[in-house]
């Protein structure tokens, strides 16, 4: 199983990215994604989830800003970052609850994108 990571990007404070994370291989199941976030200097730390029902959660800093959302039948999830803050450069990393068969749950990370807001 692979998450392959993308849509990051140089983007001015005010703007908005769209990333996305499409998980390849063997999958029986998707039963949750979601996105992290490592600053420069900081621990990683949740963004956002999404479960396989649609179910989402979001990081205080980013509501309101911040959408999560699953095509279930790509098995890829997306992440609309708008009103972009200079606080949210860091590297993004998808990461995902995947069922190779029934019964077995295994948890993955993608490599990462970077978000870069400068002016």
């Known amino acids: 199983v692979q998450l392959q990571a993308s849509g990051g990007g140089l983007v001015q404070p005010g703007g908005s990215l769209r990333l996305s994370c499409a998980a390849s291989?063997?999958?029986?199941?998707?039963?949750?994604m979601r996105w992290y976030r490592q600053a420069p200097g900081k621990q990683r730390e949740l963004v956002s989830s999404?479960?396989?029902?649609?179910?989402?959660n979001y990081a205080d800093f980013v509501k309101g800003r911040f959408t999560i959302s699953m095509d279930n039948a790509k098995n890829t999830v997306y992440l609309q970052m708008n009103s972009l803050k200079f606080e949210d450069t860091a590297v993004y990393y998808c990461?995902?609850?995947?069922?190779?068969?029934?019964?077995?749950?295994?948890?993955?990370w993608g490599q990462g994108t970077l978000v870069t807001v400068s002016s």
């Open positions: 990461n995902a609850d995947i069922s190779l068969r029934v019964g077995i749950l295994e948890n993955y």
């Open positions: 291989g063997r999958i029986f199941s998707i039963n949750a």
């Open positions: 999404i479960s396989r029902g649609g179910n989402t």
